[in-house]
């Protein structure tokens, strides 16, 4: 089975909202997390990162922190703007490195 | 500092034919991956070199795909006959050892 785990999308939020997208993965011992992003038409970009337990990684106003006790790095930012529109990755790295499915982001003026 | 360079960016083929795709890395980058990504769906590895060893090709499909890294730089896959299904964006990446992967912008393929 799939490795990470994030929320279903299409998420449509209005500008200025909160921003959760929640993301679990599963792994032996202590994998490194992180976020990609996706605008439209273009490739995938790293977005932040964090590597061991308790780590937060923060980027463009978007913060994830690294929750070992609950395998999860969930995704927040306390205002997104409209180009925050794009699509939203999850990835774990434990030798390999595996991505979840993505949750697509739409801000609305 | 120059970033993954892959080719071509579309490729419209006939089920039954086959098809190379070629991917430079990031000078220095010990680490390169194959991914294959469906429209709406996330990136699914499909092998991961560490310089020209294979660390992970557990859900690459064997009887038609096949990949190989020349002298731990360049790499290629090859989808051998072609399926429907093949189609979609085939991705490779590059990273340092343990570190961040860079992606490359990608190989459109079209089966028909």
């Known amino acids: 089975g799939n490795s990470v785990t994030q929320m279903e999308g299409p998420v449509t939020l209005s500008e200025e909202a909160f921003l959760t997208i929640n993301c679990t993965y599963t792994a032996t011992g202590y994998p490194s997390l992180f976020w990609y992003v996706q605008y439209p038409g273009e490739g995938l970009q790293l977005l932040l990162k964090?590597?061991?337990?308790?780590d937060k990684g923060s980027n463009k106003g978007f913060e994830a922190t690294y929750r070992k006790e609950t395998t999860s790095f969930h995704l927040e930012k306390g205002s997104v703007q409209v180009s925050d529109s794009a699509v939203y990755f999850c990835?774990?790295?434990?030798?390999?490195?595996?991505f979840g499915k993505g949750t697509k982001l739409s801000v609305k003026p | 500092e120059a970033g993954v360079a892959q080719s071509p960016r579309y490729k419209i083929i006939e089920k039954r034919q086959s098809v190379a795709f070629w991917c430079n890395p990031i000078?220095?980058?010990?680490?390169l991956y194959w991914y294959q990504q469906i429209l709406g769906q996330g990136p699914k590895l499909l092998i991961q070199f560490q310089n020209n060893g294979v660390v992970d090709d557990s859900q690459l499909p064997k009887d038609r795909f096949s990949a190989e890294r020349l002298k731990g730089v360049d790499s290629t896959l090859k989808i051998q006959p072609a399926k429907l299904e093949d189609s979609a964006v085939y991705l490779c990446?590059?990273?340092?050892?343990?570190?961040?992967?860079?992606f490359g912008q990608g190989t459109r393929l079209t089966v028909v």
């Open positions: 990446a590059s990273s340092l050892v343990a570190e961040e992967a860079f």
């Open positions: 990835a774990r790295r434990q030798g390999n490195l595996i």
């Open positions: 000078s220095g980058h010990a680490t």
């Open positions: 964090a590597t061991k337990a308790d």
